[in-house]
């Protein structure tokens, strides 16, 4: 497809905004495009490496024109085309509103209170949106340690929301984390030796009333009652309530799922592909458009 940004800039309201159909789209771009659609318009994100920063991307260009976005590397509102390979890349920085370091992604925007949104991983998350990025076992003697918070804790708690992103097993989906990097609705009393309510643990603090606000994974998306407590919302195509609740390390509340998640339309695929991961730097591969699509692209 042999065309300059301009003329791809051009044809983004000539795409339909129709549902693809089954075959035309892979799940990480499913999952990048619901990630897109927890961004609000007015939102200050705070988004790390890899389908994070693909969905805040698509969020600008869909959904969330105004949303700004901040890399922990210490950009500040760049204006890439592309995604860039991870939160240092300093292709990142094209047109940004300032270009600093940690000292001013987390010293300033972030403890400050102006980051309304984070885009976070994990290795494993528990029912009320507790995250492990620490080790699996005795933190001593742990059978696995992966590499750290690294700013995972700070966003996930300053942050006055937070959107996780993880590969939903059994294993990574437990009742209690074996080690809470970032604590969810729900975090230990060192007071009293017991779990209680953030709200009330962190009582007095700005952050007593931020946390959590949604989990997208390759079988589902997720969001938290008034209890912080998570419940699946939607399931992707091609999976079912039960396979989720199998995959489940705990008993799932199932009981307000909406239905079947939004299929991508070929807007947001056209979006996607062109413009944020092109080059294919987290996406998997490319799928091919439906001859209706290809005609309007090639002209």
């Not at 339309?265 to 944020?276: G, I, P, S």
Request: hydrophobic share 40%; with cysteine; charged share 20%.
């Amino acid at each position: 497809m042999a065309k300059t940004m301009e003329q791809l800039m051009d044809l983004i309201d000539k795409i339909p905004d129709e549902a693809a159909k089954p075959g035309e789209f892979i799940l990480p771009e499913l999952m990048a495009i619901q990630i897109a659609h927890t961004v609000r318009d007015d939102d200050i994100v705070f988004a790390g490496t890899g389908l994070p920063m693909v969905g805040i991307m698509t969020a600008n260009f869909i959904n969330a024109p105004h949303a700004l976005l901040i890399y922990e590397a210490g950009i500040c509102d760049g204006k890439t085309m592309h995604v860039p390979m991870s939160v240092c890349d300093h292709r990142a920085a094209n047109l940004c509103s300032s270009l600093g370091g940690l000292v001013d992604t987390f010293g300033f925007y972030l403890q400050q209170g102006f980051v309304s949104l984070g885009f976070l991983g994990g290795a494993a998350i528990d029912k009320y949106g507790g995250v492990n990025v620490t080790c699996i076992g005795d933190y001593y003697k742990p059978t696995h340690r992966f590499t750290g918070s690294g700013g995972n804790s700070d966003i996930g708690t300053m942050a006055k929301r937070t959107a996780f992103i993880i590969l939903q097993e059994k294993r990574r989906f437990l009742e209690r984390n074996e080690y809470t990097t970032t604590p969810g609705w729900w975090c230990w009393d060192f007071k009293t030796n017991e779990w209680k309510p953030k709200k009330e643990v962190w009582k007095g603090t700005p952050f007593a009333d931020h946390g959590p606000e949604a989990v997208v994974t390759n079988m589902g998306n997720y969001k938290f009652d008034k209890n912080g407590e998570i419940y699946l919302d939607t399931f992707h195509p091609g999976v079912t309530v039960e396979q989720i609740k199998e995959n489940c390390g705990f008993n799932l509340n199932v009981k307000n799922v909406k239905g079947q998640t939004a299929i991508p339309t070929y807007k947001e695929l056209f979006v996607l592909r062109e413009f944020v991961d092109a080059e294919l730097i987290f996406l998997p591969q490319k799928v091919e458009y439906p001859a209706s699509i290809k005609k309007l692209i090639e002209g």
